[in-house]
């Protein structure tokens, strides 16, 4: 692929120039050479830190360590930014006041305060307190 690169550049005239070593691929054998060399170390690098990485993640996987990012809703609750905080939201719910705005005052994504609502049955209690006066 690099040859071709190379090929396509000195076709249509560009000047190709490595910084770290000076190197200018010219026309000639001599310059092609060592610019094949270098796309071929590089191809040889890039399989074999491939080949590390699958080979570090089969041994983690064989050690039962889960890989990827863990799920929010596995950490303690207490880790939570949310957390303790279930009678103050329920609060300004009741006062009218919006979710989005409740989600900026606790400087959380409205989707987090919205499941932390969901799962903590606090919706429940503000839908039944406002049925409530409607009846009264």
Known sequence: MIMKILHLCMNKECKVWTIKDNYRPGDDIQSKVPAFAFGLSAEIERNLISQRIKEALAVRRALGVVLGRPKGR???????????????????????????????????????????????????????????????
């Open 74 to 136: 596995k950490t303690a609750p207490e880790k939570h930014k949310l957390y303790g905080k279930d009678a103050v939201i329920s609060e300004l719910l009741n006062q009218g006041v919006s979710q989005r705005q409740i989600s900026k005052i606790f400087s959380v994504n409205r989707n987090t305060l919205s499941r932390f609502i969901k799962n903590n049955s606090i919706i429940a209690k503000t839908k039944r307190m406002k049925e409530n006066e409607r009846f009264c």
